[in-house]
């Protein structure tokens, strides 16, 4: 995998460079001090942050997305040499020539483009062969490695990725779940029962509304029901999730699943406790959680969303050294890793009570006034991995094309079509604003063959073809690098994975964070013990470990 991670002329050493108007907040302008009784006039907040703060009231609970002020992070995090930054696959001659022009005629195509992807009534293909459990691993990961909170949408130029602060650790290293660690962020643990050695140290679990049976019936099926009453995330009196990251708080699903996780460790605890174990508990608990993790991501995930062929070529070929430097790419976590948002569903069936709930409710469901999550709303992850237990309708991802589940629209419920509302539209002008380039260079690039435009519009819509001819053809000879990956993997494999060019870069992405990682799996001896089968482990046998799955 190739990379650029070099600091340019084109960089800047400030890390505010991303967000000017703080420079001036702090007086970092070398602005004259006020006269005593002299009123300051602070800078206007960008539009993406006055959006982003509106929508993480409790009533949106909107953290996907959202921008702040790196005023809010603790400086070291911020200004350190070794603070970690995203950057790029491909090289800057690259980019230059195949990105995008930004400017508005630009802006409104992608529009169009981002608006059309996003049309109700255009989801005709059929569901893919992949649960839907999977569309969430793959959310609730993003959320364990990045975390862009600079990049601004309406940047009039190119901003450089690599003075953008990546605000979580690029590894896959549980920290969205542990935090810091009892030592520290001890808000997040449960303190060892009477009785139990010192380091028994659990993740805290919330509690439920009673609002009757729900979850899962395991073999008994819907007779197996129970109204659950411990069954969330932890929360405050305010009902905030006391979480690593508040994105995995954004939906009942994915914050289902961190749950899951929650319990999973837990579960390793009383393993440990129960067979006599006289090291260190939570350190113990801790690394095999990590470490089956990580095989269930490598084994299980990446084989299901990059094809077996791609993983296995990653992790002969891709070299890093433990501890070495790194930059998020920007062609992954802006690009190819959002894959995801096309295999989202309108509709899901939550439990043997809950039958084909539109997104709207597993949104709706995860603030005030349904927080607590309710008894009855508790998710039964029979519907999305193969567990082994039977339910009436399961839950498979749709296939990764260029068409947006059309509950996606309208992202904040507020029945607009405004531009922070259209997730389609959001990461098309993400790409124009970071300089990304084409698809099709970035194939040629990184030794990947080029989609022939004849394949690349194999099958569009009228309308969505239209689009792309404007402007002399241009999306077609610098086709947006999200787009491009997802029209491919309908192209190359019917949507059921990505093809060639997203597998390529999202497979060697993972190993590389892997690889970095001293402790990872991929560096130390493990083999994993907790599957169903001897020397495996999948994300169903994670459910099943952390007792959500039923009896």
Partial sequence: MS?????????????????????????????????????????????????????????????????????????????????????????????????????????????????????????????????????????????DITLDVSSALDSPAIVDATIINNMRSPMLDLDSVYGKGP????????????????????????????????????????????AHTDFDVPRTSALTAIIGDPRNNENLIV???????????????????????????????????????????????????????????ALANVKAKPNSRFQMPVEFSVAAYRFGHSMIRDEYWLNFELRNKPMSDVFAFIHEPHLPVRSNWVVDFNAFFETGFAVPVFNSARKIDSVLASALEDLDGSGTNALMSILATRNLLRGLVLGLPSGQATAAALGVPVLTTAQLTDGLPADELAVLQQQNGLLLEKTPLWYYVLREAMVTSGGEHLGPLGAKIVADTFVTLLRRDALSMLNVSFIPTLGSAPGAFTFADLVRVADVIGA
């Fill in 3 to 143: 990379t650029d991670t070099r600091s340019g002329a084109e960089s800047p050493e400030d890390a505010f460079a991303a967000q000017p108007f703080l420079r001036e907040q702090l007086g970092l302008n070398g602005t004259r001090e006020r006269s005593p009784g002299e009123k300051r006039q602070a800078p206007r907040l960008p539009v993406d942050i006055r959006s982003s703060l509106e929508a993480v009231r409790p009533e949106h609970g909107r953290f996907h997305g959202a921008k702040f002020s790196l005023g809010y992070f603790p400086a070291h995090d911020v200004f350190a040499s070794d603070a970690d930054k995203f950057g790029y696959l491909t090289k800057a001659k690259v980019r230059a020539a195949s990105r995008l022009p930004l400017d508005d005629a630009t802006r409104d195509l992608l529009s169009q483009l981002g608006n059309l992807m996003a049309n109700s009534g255009r989801e005709t293909a059929a569901d893919s062969a992949t649960p839907s459990g999977y569309t969430y691993v793959g959310q609730f990961v993003d959320h």
């Fill in 183 to 226: 030592a520290v962020d001890a808000f997040l643990y449960a303190a060892p029962a009477p009785g139990e050695p010192a380091s028994a140290f659990r993740m805290l679990l919330g509690t439920n509304l009673p609002s009757g049976l729900g979850g899962a019936g395991g073999a008994a099926g819907g007779g197996g029901m129970v």
């Fill in 255 to 313: 914050s289902q699943l961190h749950h899951a996780m929650l319990r999973f460790h837990n579960a390793i605890v009383g393993q440990l406790i129960a067979s006599g174990f006289t090291g260190d508990i939570f350190v113990e608990a801790k690394r095999q959680a990590t470490l089956h993790y990580q095989w269930a991501v490598v084994h299980d995930f990446l084989p299901r969303i990059c094809g077996q062929a791609a993983v296995d070529d």
